[in-house]
């Protein structure tokens, strides 16, 4: 229900309804919810290091998603922002009731599990759109963009967050959300010839700094 349906329905129709930029921006509170969220249930501990590190983060990420925006001056309150602050309270409830999941049963059959129920989920939501939907006006990119999503940004991306989340807390893995927009800046600088400003800069050294802090394990006194 978290991990696949509600987190999938919330984020497409509010995506719809919503501007990439304010998406961007909003997604950028999962690391937050995650670690608020695993004090809350499971009484992990906010330590000063783990908060500073994830504002860090934020801030990087916030830097890069509103000044290279281009078009937007911040998130504007609207139905769609809503379905993605859903979205992300959503997939955060995920990655912090499904490590102890993952790390007790192997991450395949979990993954298996979860997408069979999540599909039966939203089946019939989404089964009236389906059937409604003319395959004749969809061109070969738009195939290869659909392949790409289910192939990459879905199957893999939830794979690779399994086995993290095997190895790592809950809000370590959520943190990488920040390298994200770091990852857009950078392909756009050396595949699509875009100037490196100093934002960029600024902003990746941020989300660097945030993952040395969260990630470093604490000195423990002699």
């Not at 890069?64 to 281009?70: D, Y």
């Not at 089964?127 to 006006?137: A, R």
Request: proline share 4%.
């Amino acid at each position: 229900l978290l991990g696949v349906a509600a987190n999938q329905i919330f984020f497409f129709t509010g995506l719809n309804y919503s501007k990439p930029v304010d998406t961007s921006i909003i997604n950028a509170t999962n690391p937050v919810f995650v670690l608020l969220l695993g004090a809350v249930i499971f009484g992990e501990k906010i330590t000063f290091r783990r908060m500073s590190g994830i504002i860090l983060g934020l801030c990087g990420a916030l830097m890069l998603v509103i000044f290279n925006g281009n078009n937007d001056q911040g998130v504007h309150f609207s139905t769609g922002n809503l379905l993605i602050v859903m979205n992300t309270f959503c997939y955060s409830l995920y990655l912090v009731y499904a490590r102890p999941v993952f790390i007790k049963y192997n991450p395949i059959v979990v993954m298996k599990y979860v997408f069979l129920i999540g599909f039966l989920m939203i089946l019939p939501i989404t089964l009236y759109s389906m059937l409604q939907f003319d395959v004749s006006h969809v061109d070969a990119k738009g195939w290869w963009s659909l392949v790409y999503v289910i192939a990459g940004t879905t199957f893999l991306a939830y794979l690779f967050t399994t086995y993290g989340l095997r190895k790592l807390p809950s809000h370590v893995v959520a943190y990488y959300a920040y390298v994200q927009p770091v990852l857009v800046a950078a392909i756009g600088i050396f595949f699509f010839s875009k100037s490196l400003t100093l934002i960029t800069i600024i902003s990746t050294l941020l989300v660097l700094a945030g993952i040395i802090l969260i990630t470093a394990k604490p000195k423990i006194n002699a």
